[in-house]
Each structure stands twice: as C-alpha cells, then as structure tokens.
Nanobody, 114 residues
C-alpha cells in the first residue's frame, strides 16, 4: 500500500489550501481514510477521518473550517482547509486503516504565516 499526499504550501492567515492523497494497492473503499498533523514539538494528532460507511470525524480545532471528502473511484481522500490559522501550521499526513493495519503517507508541509 502506498499513499501519496500533495497540496501543501505557504498561505496567509484566513486563506485556503486543499490537500489530496492518492492510495494504491489496497481495498480503499473498505478503509477508513484520514488526515493527521504534527506541529514542531507536538504529538501527531487527528485532523479528520472518513470511514468506509460514510461517517466523518473532526478535531474540535478544525470543525467548521476543514472538510474531508473521499472518492472511492479514484482511491483518493481530500482535505479542504479554509480560514487557516497560524496554529494550523504542521506537517499533514494521510493515513489509511484497513484490516487492523495502518498505512501512512510521506507528509506534506502546511505553513500559515503572513
């Protein structure tokens, strides 16, 4: 299983970014797909995930600003991030959970700064 994340970058506070993660080699439609992030000096934390049966979960800090979506036909999961704040700065990782195993992408840097 390979996960390829893309879409990070530098954005000003209040701006938007969209992340994408394409997954190969797995039963993507049966998996929980999600995004995590890790800021310098902090633990990796859940941002959002999307289960195979259609449920979503968000961290309280991103509710109302971030939206996770998935396209099973493309084996892809997305994260639309709006109203970005400096505290959203982190490396963002996509994660796949299937059959009691987890798989991680390589991470993409998101920096929110003026």
């Amino acid at each position: 299983v390979q996960l390829q994340a893309s879409g990070g970058g530098l954005v000003q506070p209040g701006g938007s970014l969209s992340l994408s993660c394409v997954v190969s080699g797995s039963a993507f439609s049966l998996s929980t797909a999600g995004w995590y992030r890790q800021a310098p000096g902090k633990q990796r934390e859940l941002v959002a995930h999307y289960t195979s049966d259609g449920f979503t979960r968000y961290a309280d800090s991103v509710k109302g600003r971030f939206t996770i979506s998935r396209d099973n036909a493309k084996n892809a999961v997305y994260l639309q991030m709006n109203s970005l704040k400096p505290e959203d700065t982190a490396v963002y990782y996509c994660r796949l959970y299937y059959d009691r195993r987890e798989y991680w992408g390589q991470g993409t840097q998101v920096t929110v700064s003026s």
